[in-house]
């Protein structure tokens, strides 16, 4: 059974940081891009980065450029999203998922399967 579990997630208080980690189990990440998603109370998910199979990385969400970091270990088959100088607005709920156009990232999160529990980001003071 293919699945994604999430981890990394906590209160850190504006301008801290956190690395989310997406363990991925039942099939090898290596072939597939993995996007990083997230879902503020009340809001729309929306993409935040897509990692392709060629390492080559998008970030979605202009207010995160800079700040957030996608990464891939094949060895351990888990994806990462190094979060720094976090701020109130990044407060959401972050999932991973695995692309269903195999080596491509996609803007669209019905592109996406796999989709994991979830980890919850508080940022606060």
């Known amino acids: 059974q293919s699945q994604f579990v999430e981890s990394g997630g906590g209160l850190v208080q504006p301008g801290g940081s956190l690395r989310l980690s997406c363990a991925a189990s039942?099939?090898?990440?290596?072939?597939?891009?993995i996007g990083w998603f997230r879902q503020a109370p009340g809001k729309e998910r929306e993409g935040v980065a897509c990692?392709?199979?060629?390492?080559?990385?998008?970030y979605n969400v202009d207010s995160v450029k800079g700040r957030f970091t996608i990464s891939r270990d094949n060895a351990k088959n888990t994806a990462y999203l190094q979060m720094n100088n976090l701020k109130p607005e990044d407060t959401a709920v972050y999932f991973c998922a695995r692309s269903t156009r195999s080596y491509d990232c996609s803007d669209s999160a019905d592109d996406y399967e796999f989709w994991g529990q979830g980890t919850r980001v508080t940022v606060s003071s």
């Open positions: 039942g099939f090898y990440l290596g072939y597939h891009a």
């Open positions: 990692i392709d199979a060629r390492d080559s990385s998008t």
